[in-house]
């Protein structure tokens, strides 16, 4: 699977978007790329997955970019309970490879 | 609440012990997934089983043993403990797809064992 790169953290105001890029130069063609993240110590949670078109859903929103090389996932409206490790992964299988993600904080 | 239960919550034992930390997965998910999440090496992947038969293997020590069975609940055996085992383990489950795709996974809440 491809190695991903994250910012270490960010910040976040709280009623911003927030954008969290990720890159993944050497994807290959049937790597997807999934988002997860994980608040304190709980168990990651599911955020998103795209292979080359750009994706919605109720939670985020996940542009890929036109070589695939890097993506950014966005939280229209971040509130406090989005505080949590967002985790970029390329993925073409079963496994997931968390990496160290980026530490997301928002503020009031 | 994912779906997804994970027994003990808690562990605490000593070095060179053994332990079994269970993993029911989502109602209808054939596939299991354990993870490591420890301090200096991050959350990684350890093992996948579907239907009751290995799929995939990470980095899994050989002091570790995983099974799924027939009930689809899976075990993860951990034995021979060293301080370095110390650490959260997360079972997750997937509707596991005929192509191989796993989109989504739902994680358990994790079982934290504390080996002294």
């Known amino acids: 699977d491809a190695k991903t790169t994250q910012p270490t953290s960010m910040d976040c105001a709280e009623g911003r978007a927030a954008n969290l890029p990720c890159n993944h130069s050497?994807?290959?063609?049937?790597?997807?790329v999934y988002w997860y993240r994980q608040i304190h110590s709980q168990g990651p949670q599911y955020i998103i997955h795209?292979?080359?078109n750009n994706e919605t859903n109720e939670m985020a929103s996940l542009i890929i970019t036109e070589d695939r090389k890097s993506s950014t996932l966005i939280l229209p409206h971040a509130t406090l309970r989005d505080t949590a490790v967002y985790y970029c992964i390329a993925s073409s299988g079963y496994a997931l490879n968390f990496g160290k993600g980026t530490s997301l904080l928002v503020t009031p | 609440d994912s779906g997804v239960t994970q027994t003990p919550k808690h562990l605490i034992t000593a070095t060179g012990q053994r332990v079994t930390l269970r993993c029911s997965p989502r109602?209808?998910?054939?596939?299991v997934y354990w993870y490591q999440q420890s301090l200096d090496q991050g959350l990684q992947f350890l093992i996948q089983y579907y239907n009751g038969e290995e799929r995939a293997k990470g980095n899994i020590l050989e002091r570790f043993s995983a099974q799924q069975f027939p009930d689809l609940h899976s075990e993860l055996n951990l034995s021979s403990l060293e301080l370095g085992d110390s650490a959260l383990y997360f079972c997750?489950?997937?509707?596991?797809?005929?192509?191989?795709?796993?989109?989504?996974?739902?994680f358990g809440p994790g079982t934290r064992l504390t080996v002294l």
């Open positions: 050497t994807i290959s063609g049937n790597e997807y």
């Open positions: 795209g292979l080359k």
């Open positions: 997750a489950s997937s509707n596991y797809m005929t192509s191989g795709r796993n989109y989504e996974q739902f």
């Open positions: 109602s209808g998910d054939l596939s």
